[in-house]
Every structure is written in C-alpha cells, then in structure tokens.
C-alpha cells in the first residue's frame, strides 16, 4: 500500500528547473550546487517516510496478529496481552505522528523554497 507524497515539486522537478541568466545574475554553478543538494535531502526525506509507512504496516499487522492471539487465550494471560498490545499500539502511534511531521517538513521546505 504505497501512497504518494504529497509536495509541491518532486525531484525530478527541482532536477529539470531551468533558470533564465541576466546580467549580474545569479552564478549557474551556485544555483546548480544548491538545486542538488535539495534533491538529495528530498531522496532522502521520501526514503525515510517510505521506510516509517513500511515500518507502520509492518506493525498494524503485529496489532493484528496480538489482537487475534489475544481474543483466542486464556483470560488468565490477557493482562500480559493487553500491555504487549498497547506498547505496540503507542509505538505505531508515534510512528503515524513522525510520518505526519516529516510530511509537514516536507511541504514546509518546498514552499520556501519555491518563495
């Protein structure tokens, strides 16, 4: 279940921009330096939210799989279900939290720099 990233210019665009040289512009190699600096930090922002949705599936179904173990056991073991559960519950919490603020990052970082 990959879902697309949702910003305002890919690497490929930021790769493919061309800029427009007047007199006393801005120097092409400098432009060209910073253009793929950007383009490394994007491949390696979607990298990182590729790899924390993967991680977050991966563990939806561990929810899934302890949920199930959990409903099939003996109630005498369900406290020690419960908490197992929970951990992993917090933990894929808090995995959604950081794909949301790299995504805010993201987005935030593609419109300045398009400003």
Known sequence: MAEQILTKLSTSDILEKEFRTELRGYSTNEVDEYLDDIIADYASLYKEVANLREENEALKLEVQKGMTKTLSTPTTDAPVAQ???????????????????????????????TE
């Open 83 to 113: 908490s197992s559960n929970y951990d992993v519950l917090r933990r894929v919490s808090l995995l959604e939290k950081q794909v949301v603020e790299i995504m805010n990052h993201l987005k935030k970082r593609a419109q300045q720099e």
